[in-house]
């Protein structure tokens, strides 16, 4: 056989392997975006996921199309854009040939919250009620809004203590009443004495050591969950070579958390002179401000805020930078928050090294949650015994407690750290709603446990409650009355952790569907279920698989009669076979 009669025998494709770019989806993507050749800084890969929103926010979804010429326009491979387009929940990945989604997509929130006010009867009327070739019905997780439960979003707008009717109405007459949120401005705040701090920390008149002495003597601890203290954490980012980073958490998707929104909405210009005192205490390069998606309103109010600030003469352009998340519970964990920032899947990194050493683009990073930097300006300004001596029960400083649940007055109450539950019912929620009986409660959002009403006069704080296997977190505390089925809390709380696995690693991917399935039956295996959540513990890369049995395991441990009551049978037995036909 001769080399022409072998060449003859080769397949050809015709044309080069991948998808053919189409020119003019390159042209249109320019248009939307900016046109890359002339602003290179188009094509930094930290520009992703701003590129994705900018494209579903225009046409409602993304195709396989826009992905390809988005791919082209970063220099990206298209493995890459891919992956981090289909990570998030936020983005409708639309692949050749499928049908895009309806022009209307109703979210309805299934977190606890949601769940305890009948989100699951609400989606079921919605369901029925929509033709799905022209409305779209959802489930979608935590939506920041507990206190108003249950929440629906429709496109980009949030329906709060939503009704079918109302639904219905808004999604047939597309009126929405916008969302009002009535902040503090620039000039209000600095009559106050606003910004002055940080004036004075620029002119050198207060010192980093002074201001970190004052944070120390108030007891600041990061209010994001992890309760480390501020004033070391700074230590540790300014004892690392520069140039350094400081990036600021408001992705706070905990279900029953809403505080960071809260103050946010509040007075914006406290946050961000707070978040400014951090950068400049350790010199950071640029300081990023990572807010979650579902908090469309706040994303305008910050970027007021901060041109306010740019005018002004307080920041120089462009060092604050504000950036959207995608619905990514995982990147709260802060690797992953950095992970997001740089255009990729929000996967938690292993560690060490830490994002103080490691973080934002390689540099060292100082990653603060939003009520922490918060509070820096009044402790320097009223002084750290005022913060301190807010306490209660031996405890100090205040707390920002997101309550929802079964109480008549749920929402943001500021209170003393170490205040026991039954003290924040009756002192700051009106007590019980209507017909309800205190049962059980979680201190912590989904993953930090739950206690039984026996306990509810344990102080509420960091490190009180870990001898009980719960912890306060961001103190999202939700409260469940003696009509709630245990059940379906508990798999409701699971169901979210299954859902939000970043999938990276085994013991939390494989760990949390299995559990799941665990408690769907009637028949609990206390032996299987304490061996899973062990390995969960032990094994899992990040908090998320470490803490989401920590609910299950409060349930084993404080309420067997009640689930005995509930018809749930709680199985010790040794020699109890599971699935695969092994003890």
């Given at each position: 056989?001769?080399?022409?009669?072998?060449?003859?025998?080769?397949?050809?494709?015709?044309?080069?392997?991948?998808?053919?770019?189409?020119?003019?989806?390159?042209?249109?993507?320019?248009?939307?975006?900016?046109?890359?050749?002339?602003?290179?800084?188009?094509?930094?890969?930290?520009?992703?996921?701003?590129?994705?929103?900018?494209?579903?926010?225009?046409?409602?979804?993304?195709?396989?199309?826009?992905?390809?010429?988005?791919?082209?326009?970063?220099?990206?491979?298209?493995?890459?854009?891919?992956?981090?387009?289909?990570?998030?929940?936020?983005?409708?990945?639309?692949?050749?040939?499928?049908?895009?989604?309806?022009?209307?997509?109703?979210?309805?929130?299934?977190?606890?919250?949601?769940?305890?006010?009948?989100?699951?009867?609400?989606?079921?009327?919605?369901?029925?009620?929509?033709?799905?070739?022209?409305?779209?019905?959802?489930?979608?997780?935590?939506?920041?809004?507990?206190?108003?439960?249950?929440?629906?979003?429709?496109?980009?707008?949030?329906?709060?203590?939503?009704?079918?009717?109302?639904?219905?109405?808004?999604?047939?007459?597309?009126?929405?009443?916008?969302?009002?949120?009535?902040?503090?401005?620039?000039?209000?705040?600095?009559?106050?004495?606003?910004?002055?701090?940080?004036?004075?920390?620029?002119?050198?008149?207060?010192?980093?050591?002074?201001?970190?002495?004052?944070?120390?003597?108030?007891?600041?601890?990061?209010?994001?969950?992890?309760?480390?203290?501020?004033?070391?954490?700074?230590?540790?980012?300014?004892?690392?070579?520069?140039?350094?980073?400081?990036?600021?958490?408001?992705?706070?998707?905990?279900?029953?958390?809403?505080?960071?929104?809260?103050?946010?909405?509040?007075?914006?210009?406290?946050?961000?002179?707070?978040?400014?005192?951090?950068?400049?205490?350790?010199?950071?390069?640029?300081?990023?401000?990572?807010?979650?998606?579902?908090?469309?309103?706040?994303?305008?109010?910050?970027?007021?805020?901060?041109?306010?600030?740019?005018?002004?003469?307080?920041?120089?352009?462009?060092?604050?930078?504000?950036?959207?998340?995608?619905?990514?519970?995982?990147?709260?964990?802060?690797?992953?928050?950095?992970?997001?920032?740089?255009?990729?899947?929000?996967?938690?990194?292993?560690?060490?090294?830490?994002?103080?050493?490691?973080?934002?683009?390689?540099?060292?990073?100082?990653?603060?949650?939003?009520?922490?930097?918060?509070?820096?300006?009044?402790?320097?300004?009223?002084?750290?015994?005022?913060?301190?001596?807010?306490?209660?029960?031996?405890?100090?400083?205040?707390?920002?407690?997101?309550?929802?649940?079964?109480?008549?007055?749920?929402?943001?109450?500021?209170?003393?750290?170490?205040?026991?539950?039954?003290?924040?019912?009756?002192?700051?929620?009106?007590?019980?709603?209507?017909?309800?009986?205190?049962?059980?409660?979680?201190?912590?959002?989904?993953?930090?446990?739950?206690?039984?009403?026996?306990?509810?006069?344990?102080?509420?704080?960091?490190?009180?409650?870990?001898?009980?296997?719960?912890?306060?977190?961001?103190?999202?505390?939700?409260?469940?009355?003696?009509?709630?089925?245990?059940?379906?809390?508990?798999?409701?709380?699971?169901?979210?952790?299954?859902?939000?696995?970043?999938?990276?690693?085994?013991?939390?991917?494989?760990?949390?569907?299995?559990?799941?399935?665990l408690l769907e039956r009637d028949d609990w295996d206390v032996g299987q279920l304490t061996r899973l959540a062990q390995v969960m513990q032990d094994a899992s890369i990040c908090g998320l698989g470490q803490a989401a049995p920590n609910p299950v395991l409060g349930l084993l441990k404080d309420f067997?009669?009640?689930?005995?009551?509930?018809?749930?049978?709680?199985?010790?037995?040794?020699?109890?076979?599971?699935?695969?036909?092994?003890?």
């Amino acid at each position: 056989m001769t080399d022409q009669t072998v060449s003859s025998l080769r397949p050809r494709r015709g044309h080069p392997k991948g998808r053919d770019l189409s020119p003019v989806a390159l042209v249109t993507l320019r248009a939307l975006l900016g046109d890359e050749r002339v602003q290179p800084g188009l094509r930094q890969r930290d520009q992703l996921l701003e590129h994705l929103h900018a494209i579903q926010d225009a046409h409602g979804y993304l195709s396989m199309i826009e992905l390809r010429a988005l791919a082209a326009y970063m220099n990206l491979p298209m493995a890459a854009v891919y992956e981090t387009a289909t990570f998030y929940a936020h983005f409708d990945v639309i692949h050749d040939g499928e049908t895009p989604p309806p022009d209307t997509t109703v979210r309805v929130c299934d977190s606890l919250s949601c769940q305890l006010a009948g989100a699951a009867q609400l989606k079921a009327k919605l369901d029925a009620g929509f033709d799905p070739e022209t409305v779209r019905v959802l489930r979608a997780p935590c939506m920041g809004r507990c206190d108003s439960a249950p929440v629906v979003e429709i496109g980009h707008h949030h329906v709060q203590f939503a009704t079918p009717e109302g639904v219905e109405a808004i999604v047939d007459t597309g009126h929405f009443h916008p969302e009002a949120i009535l902040w503090q401005r620039l000039d209000t705040y600095q009559k106050e004495g606003g910004y002055q701090l940080l004036a004075e920390c620029r002119a050198g008149s207060i010192g980093i050591n002074a201001l970190m002495t004052t944070l120390e003597s108030a007891g600041l601890r990061g209010l994001g969950g992890a309760g480390f203290p501020t004033f070391k954490k700074w230590q540790f980012v300014r004892q690392e070579p520069g140039p350094r980073y400081c990036v600021i958490n408001a992705d706070e998707g905990e279900p029953g958390t809403f505080k960071d929104r809260y103050h946010l909405e509040k007075s914006p210009h406290q946050f961000l002179e707070g978040a400014l005192i951090s950068a400049w205490a350790i010199e950071a390069q640029a300081l990023y401000i990572y807010l979650r998606d579902e908090y469309p309103g706040l994303n305008r109010v910050l970027r007021e805020a901060i041109a306010e600030i740019e005018r002004a003469g307080l920041s120089e352009a462009g060092y604050i930078v504000l950036r959207r998340g995608a619905g990514a519970y995982i990147c709260g964990e802060e690797s992953a928050l950095i992970e997001s920032l740089e255009g990729k899947p929000g996967k938690p990194r292993h560690r060490p090294p830490y994002v103080a050493q490691q973080g934002l683009f390689g540099r060292p990073t100082l990653v603060n949650n939003v009520e922490t930097v918060y509070w820096i300006a009044p402790i320097w300004h009223r002084g750290a015994d005022w913060f301190a001596k807010q306490g209660r029960n031996g405890r100090s400083g205040l707390r920002s407690f997101s309550v929802s649940g079964r109480v008549k007055h749920p929402g943001v109450h500021l209170a003393p750290a170490g205040i026991t539950l039954r003290e924040l019912i009756d002192e700051y929620c009106g007590g019980m709603a209507e017909g309800h009986q205190l049962s059980a409660y979680l201190p912590g959002g989904a993953s930090g446990g739950i206690l039984p009403a026996s306990k509810a006069d344990i102080p509420l704080d960091f490190d009180t409650l870990q001898d009980h296997g719960s912890f306060i977190g961001a103190a999202a505390v939700i409260v469940l009355s003696q009509q709630d089925n245990l059940q379906a809390v508990a798999t409701n709380l699971l169901a979210f952790f299954a859902d939000e696995s970043c999938g990276q690693c085994t013991p939390c991917r494989v760990g949390t569907e299995k559990m799941l399935t665990l408690l769907e039956r009637d028949d609990w295996d206390v032996g299987q279920l304490t061996r899973l959540a062990q390995v969960m513990q032990d094994a899992s890369i990040c908090g998320l698989g470490q803490a989401a049995p920590n609910p299950v395991l409060g349930l084993l441990k404080d309420f067997r009669a009640e689930l005995a009551q509930q018809q749930i049978i709680v199985s010790d037995a040794a020699n109890h076979v599971s699935e695969r036909g092994t003890p």
